[in-house]
């Protein structure tokens, strides 16, 4: 008697030694290749011995690819994305029934034979040489066992897919060798358990587990038997056998199952013919795979955290690294989006702004201190059908969102007198700010080659409205967002001072380029994201530090059935500005929803602090603030950045001119009230700014009017701009001999939105 294995079997030894006289036999019958003579064979036969002793040893088995879980930050569901569904499970969880049936069905001799069946071998050569063709296999289920593993290996490799599954004897060979291997080391149970974790069952699903789950709703363990016989005939071909599509046809071929397992005795012929009187009464779980499927609108929110893991070196060190560990799955990810925070942001959206609106609107909210993104959204849902779209409008394009961002007007004005503070310019200072003027030249930028205003036509400011007329300080141009005072503090400090300033807060342009060098940067002509503006507010709400954005809080991975924590990304905290010039802003954009042009977007409960900004036409309208604890960034407008928002109707009230105050300022307002529900209020570090000795209560009261305007930064400059005369303070700076130049002068339009998706 030959030596048997445990669970039966040759052992390597003899397999290996039976392989010479079967291989070619063997691949011939399960690849379909006709042998029409001996001489052929003797060819083939030695062409197969070489190749078999050139394969390698050991087939490398790669981890099996799962489902991935996304959480919020209090361990609650969002979205489950994967390549390819699959849940691994132990052969202990797996229905006996579904074990005999697949058994059964495909390869009944499994516990008999070794890696090859030679008798299957010889039958379905007899049989395929009668009908002129391939009517059997003789594939064993070890050997599809390998299959599959080269198809998993392959991943969405189209090439690699074709290579893995083309009917070659090269191929067959290669199974044959490594299910020997397999054979050897795993033993029947392992293969077994391996297979149905690997094998297809149609409808995206991977596994038994993932196939219980969706044509039964129910877990691998628990299925019957005329259940497990459905899934068992279902593997050899999942689009003809597919039940949810055939009906019939799925269960004649259940039925064909349950007779093969009472032919070879894991049944009664009686419990056969009952099992099959029965319905298939399926229960099917639609499947529930990607960030389109993500609770609570946080679908945007969910393929950030993609974009992060796919982007981020932490995760690995080529793109390429980070993308097979995310598509091999099996990752629970836990983010930082609070559901309180991100159920007010959706809430507030809907409140205000109705998917088929002309515009849209996000909304993103950041903790101060921690950099955590808790809340992001915007009112045009994720999709790709009318009214939907993929853009996430709260991030860079490189994370999947607006070419270049939106200009966002007036609220970059904190970062130029953030920039002046620093630079020691008082808190009282004041310009003349006249209702218009052209653009001061020169500017001095870092380079050292000013900017200057010339060409045919100069560059020219104005305020929104005539009744603005300086002079102004600080505090009262902030409030009323005053154009010309600020094109004026940007011509006082030069440009270096903001360009650092806007560096220390990681603030760039939609695209990812730094912000140019002009003046007209002070009235938010370039394009940046909610989220970049969020996280840099909140450095003034967490006293003048910085801390980058961060989405994901851990990630653990299942690896078989070993689980694995990996590092994740972590927020860098820098020092942006001093204390004092943070307290002093909070100060000044405290003023700003007291009785600026932010008071609608004013919290009642606690300390607040923000700013308008609407840019030239209106294309988009914004407003950004914070608490000492939270910050956020709302933004209105079209994408396409084609519609200027006057005589408009948004969420279906009607608006002559829509203002930063307006209809971003009480999204703010109910985004952030919700969210902060429950949450202690904090106070700010206030300092004291000493009234204007003179200020005209009456002069240039305009409520929430901050339309930014001015064609500034247009790079036409040829060197005879100058000083404007009565309407600009004499500089701090000296202008050095030879410092006015012509030509290139940087600039550049800065209401060139680019093309936007």
């Known amino acids: 008697m030959p030596k048997k294995r445990s669970g039966g079997g040759l052992s390597p030894t003899q397999q290996a030694a039976k392989f010479l006289g079967v291989s070619v036999l063997a691949g011939a019958v399960m690849a379909g ?135 070659t004897l090269g191929r067959k060979i290669r199974e044959l060798k490594y299910a020997i291997q397999v054979e050897e080391e795993l033993g029947k149970k392992k293969i077994l358990e391996n297979y149905l974790n690997i094998t297809f069952f149609g409808q995206q699903a991977y596994g038994v587990e993932a196939a219980a789950q969706r044509y039964f709703s129910k877990s691998a363990k628990d299925l019957s038997l005329q259940e497990s016989a459905l899934l068992a005939g279902i593997v050899q071909s ?257 440009l270096c001072p903001v360009v650092k300033m806007t560096d220390n807060l990681h603030v760039v342009q939609g695209n990812g380029e730094k912000l140019p060098e002009v003046p007209a940067i002070s009235l938010g002509s370039k394009g940046i994201s909610p989220l970049t503006m969020a996280t840099a507010y909140a450095a003034f709400a967490s006293r003048g530090m910085y801390c980058t954005p961060i989405a994901i809080e851990s990630i653990t991975q299942k690896i078989g059935q070993e689980q694995k924590s990996l590092e994740v990304p972590k927020s860098t905290c820098s020092r942006a500005m001093s204390e004092k010039t943070a307290d002093t802003v909070n100060t000044l954009l405290q003023g700003v929803v007291d009785s600026g042009t932010g008071q609608e977007a004013g919290l009642t409960d606690r300390d607040s602090a923000g700013k308008t900004g609407t840019t030239d036409e209106r294309k988009n309208a914004w407003f950004v603030g914070y608490t000492p604890n939270l910050s956020g960034a709302v933004w209105v407008g079209s994408a396409t950045q084609q519609v200027q928002m006057e005589g408009i109707t948004i969420g279906g009230v009607w608006h002559e001119k829509v203002y930063g105050g ?54 036409n400059g040829n060197g005879n701009g100058g000083l404007i005369g009565g309407d600009f303070p004499t500089p701090s700076f000296s202008i050095p001999e030879g410092w006015i130049q012509g030509g290139d002068n940087g600039g550049n339009n800065g209401n060139n939105g680019g093309n936007w998706p």
Not at 321 to 340: C, F
Not at 691 to 704: A, N
């Open 33 to 167: 290749i006709a042998l029409p003579a001996v001489g052929a064979l003797g060819l083939a036969a030695k062409g197969s011995v070489e190749s078999f002793d050139e394969l390698p040893a050991n087939m490398k088995t790669p981890p099996l690819s799962q489902r991935t879980t996304i959480l919020d930050a209090k361990g609650d569901h969002i979205a489950t994305v994967y390549s390819r569904d699959r849940t691994v499970v132990d052969l202990k969880d797996i229905s006996p029934y579904m074990q005999k049936a697949i058994v059964a069905i495909e390869d009944a001799r499994f516990y008999q034979h070794g890696a090859v069946d030679l008798k299957g071998v010889l039958r379905a050569l007899n049989r395929n040489a009668q009908s002129g063709g391939v009517a059997e296999g003789a594939s064993t289920l070890t050997q599809q066992y390998v299959k599959n593993v080269f198809v998993e290996e392959a991943g969405d490799d189209p090439t690699k897919v074709a290579q893995a599954t083309q009917q």
């Open 662 to 715: 307006q209809v971003p300022g009480p999204i703010w307002r109910d985004a952030m009230s919700g969210a902060l529900v429950g949450k202690e209020g904090g106070s700010f570090n206030l300092v004291e700014i000493p009234e204007d000795d003179d200020e005209d209560e009456d002069r240039g009261d305009r409520g929430d009017e901050d339309n930014d305007n001015g064609n500034g930064d247009n790079g």
């Open 238 to 494: 999942p689009s003809r056998y597919d039940p949810v599509n055939d009906e019939a046809e799925a269960t004649k071929r259940r039925n064909v199952v349950l007779q093969r397992m009472a032919d070879v005795g894991n049944i009664s012929q009686a419990e056969a013919d009952e099992a099959k009187g029965q319905p298939l009464e399926l229960k099917i779980s639609r499947p529930q795979n990607g960030c389109i499927t993500a609770v609570k609108g946080a679908s945007f929110f969910c393929k950030y955290v993609e974009k992060v893991f796919k982007s981020d070196p932490v995760f690995g060190k080529s793109k390429e690294e980070r993308a097979k560990i995310w598509n091999q799955g099996g990752l629970t990810i836990r983010t930082t989006l609070d559901p309180q925070a991100q159920e007010s942001v959706q809430a507030s959206l809907k409140d205000h702004v109705n998917k088929d609106d002309q515009v849209a609107a996000a909304t993103t909210l950041v903790e101060p201190g921690t950099g955590k993104i808790l809340g992001m959204g915007q009112s045009k849902p994720f999709g790709y059908g009318k009214n939907e779209t993929e853009y996430n409008y709260s991030v860079d394009a490189s994370m999947g969102g607006s070419n270049y961002g939106f200009p966002t007007g007036s609220t970059f004005k904190p970062f130029v007198a953030a920039a002046a503070l620093e630079e020691g310019r008082p808190v009282t200072q004041e310009y003349s700010a006249p209702y218009d003027m052209d653009y001061p030249s020169p500017v001095q930028t870092c380079s050292g080659k000013p900017w200057v205003n010339g060409g045919p036509q100069k560059a020219t400011v104005e305020n929104e409205d005539e009744s603005e007329v300086g002079p102004y300080r600080l505090r009262e141009a902030m409030e009323k967002s005053v154009n010309t005072y600020f094109v004026q503090m940007i011509s006082d400090i030069g």
